[in-house]
C-alpha cells in the first residue's frame, strides 16, 4: 500500500498536468503521451573501470535535467543494459530497449566492435544511438555508405583518425619542439578502433617531424610485454606512440619495472581514469595520454561542476566516456526539445543542428555531404582536446598551452633528451 | 629484424626472462599436479583462485593503505581461505555424497569446479571490474645481469617460488605428515588401511595447495598483472603443464613448467609476441599423439 501511495502522487500530479495540458493544447492524443518519460537506454560495459561512467554520468545528467523541470514538462528515464562488453549481448539489450522498454534514444559503449555490431539495428528499429567512447572511424564511414539507414547512429566521441591528429599535435608542440626528439614506434593492440588510428600515425608523425622506426600490433591478451619494450629500445626510439584501451595496466606496470627509458604518448583510455594509479600502483609515473577532459581543466563553463557532482555523488571521478555520455543525455534532450517530438526521424534531423557546449567542448556534427557524417567537429572552438601526463597521482595537463596546468616531467628512468 | 639488439644480448635476454616466467608456472603447475596425484581432483577452479589472491592483495592496498608486505600476505591468507572453501563447499561434499555414483564423481568435481571458477571470476568482475590488477611489488628497481637490464623484482620471483618448492619437497619427503600425502597419492585405498584418515590428507594437500596458489598468484600479480579474465587462460596454461608433465607428477610438472616457458618466452622474442602460446599448444598435441602419458607420467 505504501509504496502504490508513493507512486500514486507524481503518477496525480503527471494525470493532472496532462489534462492541463490537453486543454491549453490543441491535439489532446499528443498531449497526453507527453506527460510519459522520455526514455534514453544505456547500454554499456558496467563492469570495466572506462565504461561504469557511462550508466553512472548519464543517470546524473538525467536527474539535473528533471530537477530542472525535464522536457516540455517530460522527465528524462535512464534504463541501463550491461552488455559485459560483449557485441552479441549488447545488440540482445538494443532489441530489448527499442521493441519492448520502447527507448526514445540509446547511448551505448565505448567499444568499436560492439558499437559497429550496433549500428544495422539502428536503422533497422529507427532508434537513435550515440557512442560516448568507441572510436572506429567506420562507425561514420558507413554512414557516409548508407545515409537513409544509418543515420540513426550519431559518433559521440572522436573518431580513431581525429585522435590521431590530437596526439601528432602535441607531439609536435611537447617532443619535437621541447625535447628535439627525432623518432618514435608505434605500439597498438589489436582491434578495429587502432586500425584507422595507426594509419593516421603513420602519415601524421612524419609531418610533424618523427620519423616512425616500427609499427608493432599486439593481441590485447598480451600477458608479457618485455619482448616488445626490449624490441623498442633496441631500435633506439625516442618515443613510444600508444594505442592502447583494452589492456593498460600491464603495459604499463611492466614498463615503469623494466625501467624502459622510453617515454609513452598516445592514447592510453584506461590512463584516462582516476583509479589508474593505484590500479598500476604508481607505475603510471609520467605517461602521457591524449584525452577531452582532465581533472582540473576548465575546458568549459560545465566541465569542472560535472565533474565534482560526478564525484560527490559516486565517491570517483569519471572515465572519459563519463564526460561523454553526460553531455550525451543533455544534447539529446535538447534535440527533442527542438524537434519538439522523439519521432526518430525528426530527432535525426535536430540532433545534426546540435549546437551544444558540453564538458568537452562545443558539440557540432559532420554533415551529409562529409566522408564521416555525425563525427564530432574537432579542434579550434569545437573541442580542443588535451595531452594530459601522471605525475605523483594527478592527471596534469600539460597541452594545449592555453588549457595546460603543469609542464613534462618524467620518472627517473627515462632519459628525454639523451637521444640528441 | 628477430634480433634487434646484438645475438649475445638477445640470448642472455631470453634466458634470464624464461627462467622468471617458468619459474612461476612452475610454482603454479605444482599444486594443481599435487591436488590431482593426491585425490584425483582435476581443479578447474585454479586460475580463479590465483586471481582471486591477487585482487586481495591488490584490494588491501588499495582501501586499506597496507604496504606491500601486508598486502601480499593478505593476497595469500585469502588464496589459502579461498582454496579451502573450495574443498569445502564444492569438492568434499560431491566426494561425500552418495547419490551420484563413484565412477562418474570425478566429471562432476571436475564440472563443479569450472562453475565455481566461473562464478569467482564472475563475483571478481563485478566488485572490482574485469580491468588488470598488480600487486605492489616488494622489491623494485633493476639490475644488470649479463648486460641486461633484470628487474629486481623478477629475480625475487625465481628465489621465492623456488624456496617455496624446496619447502613443499622437505615437507613431503621429510615429514610424517608429507610421507602420508606421498602415500595417498600412490595408494589411497593402502593408506587407510594403515590408519590414516584421507579426509585428513585432503584438507592437508588442499591447505598446502592454497599457500601455493596464493604465493603463486601474488608473484605473477607483481610480475605481470592479472585481470579476472586471466582465470581461464591461468588454468588452461597449469593443465597444459600437467598434462606435458604427466598427470599427478609434481617432478614431471616442473620440467615441464620450463619447457613451456621457454618455448613461449623463445617465441615471443624470435618470432612474435602474438604467437607466444601456440608452440606450447602444439608440442602438447605431439605429446598426445607420442606419449599421452607425459613427460614423468604413472599411467
Known amino acids: 500500500m505504501y509504496k502504490l501511495e508513493k507512486r500514486g502522487a507524481p503518477m496525480l500530479a503527471a494525470g493532472v498536468a496532462a489534462v492541463a495540458l490537453a486543454m491549453l493544447l490543441p491535439g489532446a492524443p499528443a498531449a497526453a503521451q507527453s506527460a510519459s518519460p522520455i526514455k534514453i537506454g544505456v547500454i554499456a560495459e558496467a563492469t570495466s573501470v572506462a565504461g561504469s ?26 534504463i541501463s543494459y550491461d552488455d559485459h562488453s560483449s557485441a552479441a549481448e549488447a545488440v540482445r539489450a538494443f532489441q530489448r530497449a527499442a521493441t519492448e522498454d520502447h527507448v526514445n ?29 568507441a572510436a572506429s572511424d567506420v562507425i561514420t564511414q558507413n554512414i557516409a555508405k548508407n545515409y537513409d539507414h544509418l543515420k540513426y547512429t550519431f559518433h559521440g566521441y572522436l573518431t580513431s583518425t581525429s585522435l590521431a591528429d590530437q596526439v601528432c599535435d602535441a607531439a609536435k608542440d611537447l617532443l619535437v619542439k621541447e625535447l628535439h626528439m627525432k623518432t618514435a614506434v608505434v605500439m597498438s593492440e589489436d582491434a578495429a578502433w587502432t586500425t584507422p588510428l595507426d594509419a593516421e600515425y603513420l602519415k601524421c608523425l612524419p609531418k610533424v617531424g618523427l620519423k616512425v622506426l616500427d609499427h608493432i600490433r599486439f593481441s590485447p591478451d598480451t600477458t608479457d610485454f618485455t619482448p616488445i619494450f626490449n624490441k623498442i629500445e633496441g631500435e633506439k626510439a625516442d618515443v613510444m606512440i600508444t594505442g592502447i584501451s583494452h589492456v ?64 560527490k555523488r559516486f565517491g570517483n571521478l569519471p ?34 543542428k546540435t549546437d551544444w557546449v558540453g564538458t568537452i567542448g562545443r558539440i557540432q556534427f559532420k554533415g551529409r555531404d562529409t566522408a564521416n557524417p555525425h563525427a564530432l567537429k574537432i579542434g579550434g572552438s569545437t573541442i580542443p582536446g588535451l595531452m594530459l601526463q601522471w605525475q605523483d597521482g594527478k592527471q596534469v595537463n600539460v597541452w594545449p598551452p592555453k588549457l595546460a596546468n603543469g609542464t613534462l616531467k618524467f620518472p627517473k628512468f627515462i632519459k628525454v633528451g639523451a637521444a640528441n | 629484424m628477430a634480433f634487434a639488439r646484438d645475438p649475445m644480448t638477445e640470448f642472455w635476454q631470453i634466458l634470464i ?6 619459474s612461476l608456472y612452475a610454482l603454479g603447475a605444482t599444486g594443481f599436479a599435487l591436488i590431482f596425484g593426491v585425490s584425483g581432483v582435476l581443479n578447474l577452479s585454479h586460475g580463479a583462485l590465483m586471481v582471486t589472491a591477487v585482487v586481495a592483495a591488490w584490494a588491501a592496498g588499495d582501501s586499506l593503505h597496507v604496504g606491500p608486505y601486508t598486502g601480499a600476505a593478505i593476497g595469500v591468507a585469502v588464496g589459502f581461505a579461498a582454496s579451502l572453501v573450495t574443498y569445502f563447499l564444492v569438492v568434499n561434499p560431491l566426494q561425500r555424497t552418495r547419490k551420484i555414483r563413484e565412477e562418474e564423481k570425478e566429471i562432476f568435481i571436475l564440472t ?20 588488470a590488477k598488480t600487486v605492489a611489488p616488494i ?37 610424517r605428515a608429507g610421507k602420508a600425502v606421498l602415500a595417498a597419492s600412490m595408494n589411497p585405498r593402502g593408506i587407510t588401511l594403515l590408519g590414516v584418515e584421507l579426509s585428513r590428507v585432503y584438507i592437508a594437500v588442499w591447505a598446502i595447495y592454497g599457500v601455493l596458489v596464493g604465493i603463486a598468484g601474488v608473484l605473477l600479480g607483481m610480475f605481470l ?34 619447457v613451456v616457458g621457454y618455448l613461449e618466452t623463445i617465441t615471443a622474442y624470435l618470432i612474435s609476441p602474438a604467437y607466444r602460446t601456440i608452440p606450447a599448444l602444439l608440442l602438447l598435441v605431439a605429446f598426445m599423439y607420442v606419449r599421452p602419458r607425459g613427460l614423468l607420467g604413472r599411467r
Not at chain 1, 561512467?53 to 535512464?78: T, Y
Not at chain 2, 626472462?17 to 617458468?22: K, L, M, Q, R, V
Request: proline letters at 5%; aromatic letters at 10%.
Open chain 1, 53 to 78: 561512467s557511462i550508466p553512472q554520468a548519464a543517470q546524473l545528467a538525467a536527474d539535473e535535467i528533471n530537477a530542472a523541470g525535464g522536457v516540455n514538462g517530460r522527465k528524462i528515464q535512464i
Open chain 1, 105 to 133: 534514444a540509446v547511448i551505448a559503449s565505448y567499444i568499436s566492435e560492439v558499437v559497429l555490431a550496433l549500428e544495422p539495428w539502428t536503422g533497422r528499429l529507427k532508434t537513435v544511438m550515440v557512442t560516448p567512447g
Open chain 1, 248 to 311: 593498460g595496466t600491464q603495459p604499463t606496470v611492466q614498463w615503469k619495472q623494466q625501467e624502459v627509458p622510453i617515454p609513452m604518448l598516445g592514447i592510453s583510455s584506461q590512463a584516462t581514469n582516476s583509479t589508474f594509479w593505484n590500479d598500476t600502483n604508481g607505475a603510471t609515473e609520467g605517461v602521457l595520454y591524449q584525452a577531452v577532459s582532465g581533472p582540473g581543466v576548465a575546458v568549459t563553463p560545465k566541465t569542472l561542476p560535472f565533474v565534482a557532482a560526478f564525484q
Open chain 1, 319 to 352: 572515465s572519459y566516456c563519463g564526460y561523454t555520455a553526460y553531455d550525451e543525455v543533455y544534447y539529446i534532450a535538447d534535440a527533442i526539445k527542438r524537434a519538439g517530438s522523439t519521432d526518430p526521424d525528426k530527432l535525426v534531423a535536430a540532433l545534426e
Open chain 2, 17 to 22: 626472462d624464461g627462467f622468471a616466467i617458468s
Open chain 2, 112 to 131: 563443479a569446479t569450472l562453475l565455481w571458477g566461473i562464478m569467482i571470476q564472475q563475483l571478481i568482475a563485478y566488485f572490482y571490474t574485469d580491468n
Open chain 2, 139 to 175: 622489491v623494485q628497481g633493476v639490475v644488470a645481469i649479463a648486460g641486461v637490464r633484470t628487474p629486481t623484482n623478477e629475480i625475487f620471483t625465481a628465489i621465492v617460488c623456488w624456496l617455496v618448492i624446496a619447502v613443499l619437497w622437505l615437507l613431503v619427503n621429510r615429514t
Open chain 2, 225 to 258: 598483472g592479472i585481470s579476472s579474465y586471466s582465470a581461464g587462460p591461468l588454468t588452461a596454461s597449469a593443465f597444459a603443464i600437467v598434462v606435458l608433465g604427466g598427470l599427478g607428477s609434481v617432478p614431471g610438472a616442473l620440467i615441464a613448467a620450463y
